[in-house]
């Protein structure tokens, strides 16, 4: 099967490195291909955001076929909070026929942290059922209805999970009930406490889930301190430890940036060392130009990745 | 105590063939669970295995587990005043022993059962399939025409 290059890329024990670019609010493609050719080479593979915080962006099926235009391998996610069964299934079907390898299949957040609160919640499916959904459809060329597909998908699944949030002791069996569920690989939350992520990560060894599952841990840096407060207060799920707090406001005001992509740095050849750990994913919002900078920082050398085309990642 | 035996077989087969008292107690039913869980009545009930915290409570009505966005405190994060559910149901079970519970694989609601009797269907053998064991979740799915609705009872 022709098809995902971050598949083979995994399969292949090398370390792996994904980045994330949220689609624009607006029509114009003109940033998402920017942002894309600024990654290309550097990156296996990039999600491209679903309605990220439940705001509204250009679609993130529209985003995938973009970065792939622009010669990068999408990653599509996919959220259960705004479609139901029906057009879930339908939205995933059009992302192999479109070429698009790859797909992420996570819960979403709440609309009410968006910029439509008022809108309906959608929540037909949770994540782990999307997941199973998913891999029935491609391992069993049937929908979640029973009934026979013709022609049968073959992205790699992905999945996401938080190593930090409560119930404390209960994070590692859910990232395994993915796993059962369909989930090939699992891209986490922000890592800014690399000791609480190896606690998370001995518990995921000892069930064996990194035998099955790909783990590539989140990373990432926030451009100002004014980020910084957001991600820490305004984005549920993100722990930041006070040491990280403090180093970042050590700096004077025009070197957060810099001491952010720093500390990203370090985490990364941190986190690097843990084994079962296949790579990282960088989240930068509205930084992504700054992605090269942290990975060459952290001696993830660029790629001479041959730039794909939408028809080479078509299977038939 | 609400375990499936003759007697409540019995019942539920009476209730059922009896539009007006299938009524009458499905709005008991609500009365007690609504008091006790929060419950929606969505028709298929999973309290059982998660710790009696009723899942539809959950904002994102999560029957796998809980999102990430818990807060450190436990808190939910649509509704900080409140706890996630999934955090008292893991606690629950942790206290019960029966963490097992929560890694069953919870198959997606059937929303034609919504407003019926969980306690009916229950007794009646129609929730057999509503969860699995994670390990079997991609071998077999359980078909959702295989369990039509009933004829809605007027």
């Given amino acids: 099967m022709s098809g995902s290059g971050l598949r083979a890329r995994l399969g292949s024990g090398s370390f792996t490195v994904t980045a994330e670019i949220g689609p624009p609010r607006g029509a114009d493609p003109g940033a998402l291909l920017r942002k894309a050719e600024q990654l290309r080479g550097w990156v296996d593979a990039v999600n491209i955001t679903d309605n ?3 705001n509204v962006r250009m679609a993130s099926w529209a985003g995938s076929l973009l970065a792939a235009q622009a010669g990068i391998e999408p990653v599509m996610q996919v959220t259960c909070r705004d479609r139901n069964r029906l057009a879930l299934q339908s939205d995933l079907l059009a992302a192999w026929a479109m070429g698009i390898p790859n797909v992420l299949l996570m819960t979403g957040d709440h609309p009410r942290f968006g910029d439509h609160p008022g809108a309906e919640p959608v929540f037909d499916l ?7 959904a998913a891999r029935t459809m491609r391992e069993e060329g049937r929908l979640m209805s029973g009934r026979a597909l013709t022609g049968s998908p073959g992205w790699l699944i992905g999945a996401v ?4 949030a409560p119930p404390a002791g209960f994070r590692a069996a859910r990232l395994a009930k993915k ?6 690989f699992v891209q986490t939350q922000f890592v800014f406490d690399v000791a609480a992520f190896g606690r998370w990560m001995a518990e995921v060894r000892d069930l064996g889930v990194d035998q099955t599952c790909r783990i590539l841990a989140g990373v990432g840096a926030v451009r100002s301190l004014r980020a910084l407060d957001h991600m820490r207060t305004g984005v549920p799920g993100v722990y930041i430890p ?5 180093r970042l406001r050590a700096v004077p005001d025009g070197q957060v940036a810099d001491e ?5 740095a370090e985490i990364i050849e941190q ?19 700054g992605i090269p900078g942290i990975l060459e920082r952290a001696g993830l050398a660029q790629r001479a990745a041959p730039a794909r085309t939408l028809g080479g990642q078509r299977a038939h | 105590m609400l375990a499936p035996n003759a007697a409540y077989r019995w019942l539920a087969g009476a209730l059922t063939r009896s539009p007006a008292a299938y009524r009458a107690f499905t709005a008991t039913e609500r009365a007690a669970k609504g008091a006790a869980f929060g419950c929606r009545m969505c028709g298929q009930c999973t309290l059982p295995v998660t710790g009696y915290a009723c899942p539809e409570t959950c904002p994102k009505k999560l029957r796998n587990g809980p999102c990430g966005g818990v807060g450190a405190d436990g808190s939910c994060e649509v509704f900080p ?12 079970a942790q206290r019960e022993g029966r963490v097992a519970d929560l890694l069953l694989f919870q198959r997606p609601v059937d929303q034609r059962r919504a407003g019926r009797s969980a306690w009916v269907s229950y007794w009646s053998g129609e929730d057999e399939d509503l969860w699995a064991p994670a390990a079997g979740t991609g071998a077999a799915p359980a078909p959702q025409a295989r369990r039509p609705a009933r004829k809605a009872m007027k």
Avoid at chain 1, 242 to 246: A, H, L, P, Q, T
Avoid at chain 1, 260 to 264: D, K, P, V
């Fill in chain 1, 161 to 164: 999970e938080n190593p930090f």
């Fill in chain 1, 126 to 132: 949770d994540s782990v059922q999307l997941l199973w």
């Fill in chain 1, 242 to 246: 006070d040491e990280v707090d403090r």
């Fill in chain 1, 52 to 54: 990220a915080g439940a």
């Fill in chain 1, 271 to 289: 986190v690097r060392e843990i084994p079962g750990v296949s790579g990282v994913h960088v989240m930068a919002p509205g930084y992504e130009h």
């Fill in chain 1, 179 to 184: 796993a059962a569920a369909g989930a090939e």
């Fill in chain 2, 81 to 92: 005043d409140t706890r996630c559910v999934w955090v008292v149901a893991h606690e629950r």
């Fill in chain 1, 260 to 264: 952010a992509a720093r500390i990203c």
